[in-house]
């Protein structure tokens, strides 16, 4: 990387690969949250370094990505840090007393059955006086979009999306407990400004930052408690740099035409990805072919540690020679028109002898390969 401006890869396809090389993996999300970088995931974790002693989320929100990281055991520990004291109460629940917090959802949800608008109301304000965890997983359950908002006074004022109950109560339990056991005994759950958080990152930790979501709303955004100072962060990216500690960084992005967001500047001499993140439901909803792109900054310690990962599926999915460092090739295939016919016969045959598809088409190409000699 040179001394000063952006390197920037080829838009990566996050969405390309559901079916593929990650699809072993069945990640739990049991805190529905309007921004989570649940799809995008995949390509994230594409950039993690090797033996990642701790796993730092300052603005950890639904904590996406110390999931996705966890279910594949990509670090050893993990901090996952947000302002909102309520929800990180909520993560405590959810990793220490998971059956307690499934119980205590379920009485919440099967007790909504009749004027639900007057019941998530009582509920909303139960949240609002005492911080419940369990009131706040079922609001965030059933409020419009998954979309946190808060008023001028902190108090939680979303709307609930009246067309939907919220998670079924043994969906919801087999969340909680998926995520409880993929991070008790190894997980800290703070309520910290991020400077303070960041600060505690040594030399073989990862920093994930996903920062309150800028340039699309005034001074005051409803959906955070307190937003980040631009000037603020960019100084605090630079202590980082100059201690050598490897972060990661989602901060601007596009739609179409439309920029969101100031670009981060180019002396923090940063790596940028840009991920593909498919068609918004706005878009989708008026009829506009319009893909967002979001921005993936990768700090200077971390692009000089990942120097043997340039040619990763991800970033290169024309030329490549491993899947986030995993030693791996990959062949998409497509039937059209009259071949659609033989893609039916061969999803029956995988059926009858239970096996799936990728792995069926495999077995076939290594009996043809040797029969070839």
Known sequence: MGNAGFVQERLAEPSCDRKGFWDSFRTPHPIPYQGSKRNLAPAILGYFHERVATLIEPFAGSAAITLAAAARG????????????????LWRAIIETPERLARQ?????????????????????????????????????????????????????????????????ETMREHIHGASRLLRGKTKCMSLDYKEVVAQAGADDLVYMDPPYQGVCGERDPRYLKAVVFDEFVEVLESLNCRDIKYLVSYDGRTGERVHGHKLPERLRLHLVELRAGRSSQATLLGRDEVTVESLYLSPALAESLKLRRACYWAYPDNYSHVAMREARRADILWTGAEVESYERLKRRTLELQKNIPAYVKEIIEQHLKSAG
């Open 105 to 169: 959802y379920e009485t919440l949800w099967r007790a909504q059955h009749g004027d639900r608008r007057t019941y998530y109301d009582k509920v909303r304000d139960d949240f609002n006086r005492s911080g419940r965890p369990d009131c706040l997983l079922y609001l965030l359950a059933r409020c419009v979009k998954a979309s946190v908002r808060y008023n001028a006074n902190g108090e939680f004022n979303q709307s609930p999306d009246n067309r939907r109950m919220g998670a079924l109560p």
């Open 74 to 89: 990509l670090a050893e520990r993990y901090i996952i840090n947000d302002l909102n004291v309520p929800l990180m109460d």
